[in-house]
């Protein structure tokens, strides 16, 4: 991959999609701190290189989906003071979610088709400022909201969409239970309706892609 050159520190609109990104290649990115929006979907990230995006500190919005992202490495993402919407579908290995307690500024999280089970919720608690949490296409079970869960999710006060399609969530009644409990505008299961998703606003002037 050649270096970006000149001309490109003002760009604040970049997506790198399927171009077989590696953690050594996001080097070429460090310089473009006017970035808001930065999507690396479809490439071979697993994390390691994410020191090198420490000083775009604009960036509003990441896209990973559909990489290798060690989930220890994901710690590296706190260190983006402007991140308000962060995709992580079908991108993470491991089981470690704790990482999540250190992005408190989200306000859209994607984690979509990652093998995750109620557990995760636990992590999610000093987010104040979450809007939307997809889990869709997890393992999540009616079991997963018993215990402390329900008041786990309760405690994301901003949250205003919860997406739990296509998950194991296959008692109705139980799951109507649930519903009646928490204290989100809208939950998304199997048989609901999508509902429009309000994320974060970005300027997409002076916007350049790399699809291969």
């Given at each position: 991959?050649?270096?970006?050159?000149?001309?490109?520190?003002?760009?604040?609109s970049?997506?790198?999609?399927?171009?077989?990104?590696h953690?050594?290649?996001?080097?070429?990115?460090?310089e473009?701190?006017?970035?808001?929006?930065?999507?690396?979907?479809?490439?071979?990230?697993?994390?390691?290189?994410?020191?090198?995006?420490e000083?775009?500190?604009?960036?509003e919005?990441?896209?990973?989906?559909?990489?290798?992202?060690?989930?220890?490495?994901?710690?590296?993402l706190?260190?983006?003071?402007?991140?308000?919407?962060?995709?992580?579908?079908?991108?993470?290995?491991?089981?470690?979610?704790?990482?999540?307690?250190?992005?408190?500024?989200?306000?859209?999280?994607?984690?979509?088709?990652?093998?995750?089970?109620?557990?995760?919720f636990?992590?999610?608690?000093g987010?104040?400022?979450?809007?939307?949490?997809?889990?869709?296409h997890?393992?999540?079970?009616?079991?997963?909201?018993?215990?402390?869960?329900i008041?786990?999710?309760?405690?994301?006060?901003?949250?205003?969409?919860?997406?739990?399609?296509?998950?194991?969530?296959?008692?109705?009644?139980?799951?109507?239970?649930?519903?009646?409990k928490?204290?989100?505008?809208?939950v998304?299961?199997?048989?609901t309706?999508?509902?429009?998703?309000?994320?974060?606003?970005?300027?997409?002037?002076q916007?350049f892609?790399?699809?291969?």
């Amino acid at each position: 991959m050649r270096h970006l050159g000149s001309g490109w520190d003002s760009l604040n609109s970049l997506s790198v999609i399927n171009c077989n990104i590696h953690d050594e290649d996001l080097w070429y990115f460090a310089e473009l701190r006017a970035l808001r929006f930065f999507s690396l979907a479809n490439n071979s990230i697993t994390g390691t290189g994410f020191r090198h995006l420490e000083g775009l500190d604009a960036l509003e919005v990441l896209e990973l989906m559909n990489n290798q992202i060690e989930t220890k490495n994901c710690l590296l993402l706190a260190r983006l003071p402007s991140l308000a919407s962060l995709g992580l579908g079908h991108a993470l290995r491991g089981n470690d979610f704790e990482f999540l307690g250190s992005l408190t500024h989200l306000r859209s999280l994607e984690l979509q088709s990652n093998h995750i089970t109620g557990s995760i919720f636990s992590n999610l608690t000093g987010m104040s400022l979450l809007r939307y949490l997809d889990l869709s296409h997890n393992y999540l079970s009616v079991q997963d909201f018993l215990g402390n869960t329900i008041d786990n999710i309760n405690r994301l006060v901003a949250l205003r969409v919860l997406d739990l399609r296509h998950n194991p969530l296959r008692d109705e009644t139980a799951l109507r239970a649930i519903l009646e409990k928490l204290c989100v505008k809208d939950v998304l299961f199997n048989w609901t309706v999508p509902v429009p998703v309000v994320r974060p606003g970005f300027l997409r002037r002076q916007q350049f892609f790399l699809v291969s």
